[in-house]
Each structure stands twice: as structure tokens, then as C-alpha cells.
């Protein structure tokens, strides 16, 4: 017959392998939580850079880019005389490459005097973008992808929204090198000042998915440096041909009012070894050199 002492320990024992099979269970739970980063602190522009063509990196000439209501706002009421085609773009300082990225946008207001007549109701996210820092006073047009975002014109004609457009760069599109700058999605048309929600899902140089309000709309492949409507670059920019793994993203100003807001990212590249600490499960392109033991 087995002692008091002897029992009171197979019961500890026990407790202890129970206890250790739930902390698993709970950790292992945990890492199947998706970690989603929010790229925009809803009080200042912290960690993103402006790029404003015929000005210098970092100049937010206008306050052309704002912080209102939780939102960052593009507005043009500072501007001295009309848009004089100052196309701008808001860069987030850290580079990605395999990544999920949402945020809600809305047009508002009337288009600037003197701004393109396409621009009307017409902006958009740029990603796989060269660093803003390497971009000359001139150019206008960073070297990137773009998920075009455009409204409903009100005449009853469609007007899709989640495109992509193409300065220097090219798409694989139905198996093909496609040579239209701007390829159009699938979406229904949204008048006015609604909200819509769009998602763009990156992997690396392979495939690319735009999303509008849940439903996938466009997808299509290989990213790569070519084509033309990026001007005034430094030519050592510009190789074409070259594949884009990763890049910035930026959202844009070409002269149309527009809001943003809950701007999150989950970024699908780390570390997918199990036994460390920093492990995620929904990751889909390992880094090893991030694992922490």
C-alpha cells in the first residue's frame, strides 16, 4: 500500500503535468492570434514621412497631410494658388514585404483648382515604393504599385474602386505582362462621402489581392520595375525588370480631399520556428534571423 506521502505526490505530479499541458495549450492558442500593428497612432504623424513633388523629403508643405478627428486627412485650404501638380505621398518609415494591410477611406470636399480633371475622386496606397529619401526634388512619381482608390462620379457609370495603376513599374496580369498603367478591378461603384473598407494581401514579388469591402476585386502577379509615368528619377532607381520583394507605403495626395483611418497591418514574415519565443503561426515567410530563444 502506497503511503500518504507517496499519494500526496502522485497527486502533485499530476497537478503539475495538467497545469503544464494547459500553459501549452493557452501559449500555443496565443501564437494563433493574429498580431495586427496599427500604423497610425490617431494623434500625429509619428513614423511617417511626407514626399511632396518640387519639394524636399520631409517638407509638409500645406499641412497638405493632417491629423483631424483620429484621421489623417489630405487638404489643400493652405495652398498658395492652384495644385501646380504637387503630387504628394505619406510614406510609414519601416518597409514590408509579405503583409496584409486595411484601412477605411472616404473622398470628401471638391477637387483642388488647377489639379488634373482625372484626379477628381482619386487617390490611393502605394506599396512596394522606393524610400522616399532617395527620390529627387522633381520626380514626381514614387517607382511603385498602386491600389488606386476612386469615387463614383454620380452619373449612374461605373466607376470602380481597388485598381491598380503602375508608375515605373509593371504587373503580371491573366498570365500576361499587361501594358495599361492602370488595370481595372471588379468593384461596384461608391458615391459620395461613404466609407469603404479596402485590403491589400502582398506576398513578396508573387501574388497580390485587392479587397473592397470583403470581396476580392483584382489580383495579379510579379511586381517589377519598368514602364513609364514616373518621371525625373535618378536613373540607378530605375532597373527594369527587377522584381519588388519588398518596399514603402505610402498613401497619396493628387489633389482630391480624402480621409483615413484604422490603418493596420499584419505582417506575414518572421520568425516560424515553434520553439522560439517570438513564434507565430499565421506567418507565411520565414525569417530565422528574428527568432529569439
Partial sequence: MKSHFDILSLILILYIISLTSCLNAQSTQGHNQDQWIDLFNGVDLTDWTVK???HDVGINYGETFRVIDSMIAVRYDQY?????NQFAHLYYDVPFSYYKLQMDYRFVGELHPGAPSYTILNS???FHSQDPR???VNQDWPISVEMQFLGGLGDGKARPTGNMCSPGTEVIYEGRMDPRHCISSSSDTYDGDQWV???LIVYGDSLIQHLINGDTV???TQP???GGVANNYLPEQKVDGKLLTDGFIALQSEGQPIDFKNIRLLNLK???DPEAKNFEAYYIKSDQSSCKY
Fill in 218 to 220: 483584382l489580383q495579379y
Fill in 52 to 54: 511632396i513633388h518640387h
Fill in 124 to 126: 490611393g496606397v502605394m
Fill in 80 to 84: 498658395e494658388g492652384d495644385f501646380n
Fill in 197 to 199: 473598407h479596402a485590403e
Fill in 270 to 272: 518572421g520568425c516560424m
Fill in 224 to 226: 517589377q520595375i519598368g
Fill in 134 to 136: 532617395t527620390m529627387p
